[in-house]
């Protein structure tokens, strides 16, 4: 079965400082990826999404960036962390069909200081 | 472009009643329509989908949703609250067939009164 996993669980940074989230799925292969924002009251933000390696689309124009330098990690970074930045973020992925559904990950609690 | 619209950021229902998220969309294409249950601290879960077929889609935990073309509609419902439906939920409709991206609502936070 696939699984998908987020790391760290838990972040808290200064602002201005660099950053780096990791996404990793199991279990499928050649998944779309989806990395997403959850900001207190505003619902999920679409951030990136990939449909194959090197492969990134940005939705909206902020400080942030995505890579996937692998066919199953999809990875979220920044140099110079706002703190706007502050927030939920979610990666999720689906296997590419016209209907399924998307997975998603359990989530990093990011607090930028 | 596709949209979808929840009213009522908060929605209180006493346990044993009945609970009813509304979602409207907005759609250029046929569409593929998703509700979506977020606990604290949690990733998204599916609860249920309407891609094509049957209007009654029914899924996990007891709720169903029926997807109502005419009124552009994709209502979630469940008959009896428990407290444990204490949660966030989401509508999301689907914006490009090729590579899946969803456009979400702004979600219910639903609470259960006992």
């Known amino acids: 079965s696939q699984t998908i996993h987020q790391w760290p669980a838990t972040l808290v940074q200064p602002v201005g400082s660099p950053l780096s989230l990791e996404c990793t799925v199991e279990?499928?292969?050649?998944?779309?990826l989806y990395w997403y924002r959850q900001a207190a009251g505003r619902g999920l933000q679409l951030l990136f999404y990939?449909?194959?390696?090197?492969?990134i689309s940005s939705e909206v124009p902020q400080n942030l960036s995505a890579s996937r330098p692998q066919d199953r990690q999809f990875i979220l970074s920044s140099k110079k962390l706002l703190l706007s930045d502050s927030g939920f973020y979610l990666c999720?992925?689906?296997?590419?069909?016209?209907?399924?559904?998307?997975?998603f990950g359990p989530g990093t609690r990011l607090t930028v200081l | 472009a596709q949209s979808v619209t929840q009213l009522g950021s908060h929605v209180s229902v006493s346990e044993g009643a009945l609970v009813l998220l509304r979602c409207n969309y907005s759609?250029?294409?046929?569409?593929?329509l998703f509700w979506y249950v977020q606990y604290p601290n949690q990733g998204l879960q599916l609860l249920l989908k309407?891609?094509?077929?049957?209007?009654l889609v029914k899924g996990i935990n007891g709720f169903e949703a029926e997807f109502k073309k005419s009124e552009t509609s994709f209502h979630l419902t469940k008959p009896s609250a428990h407290m444990s439906d204490a949660a966030e939920y989401f509508c999301?409709?689907?914006?490009?067939?090729?590579?899946?991206?969803?456009?979400f609502g702004k979600g219910n936070q639903v609470v259960v009164i006992p």
């Open positions: 999720a992925w689906t296997s590419g069909g016209r209907t399924d559904t998307q997975y």
């Open positions: 279990g499928t292969s050649n998944p779309n």
């Open positions: 309407y891609t094509t077929g049957a209007t």
């Open positions: 999301a409709v689907s914006v490009s067939y090729g590579n899946n991206r969803l456009a």
């Open positions: 759609s250029s294409v046929p569409p593929y």
């Open positions: 990939s449909i194959g390696i090197d492969q």
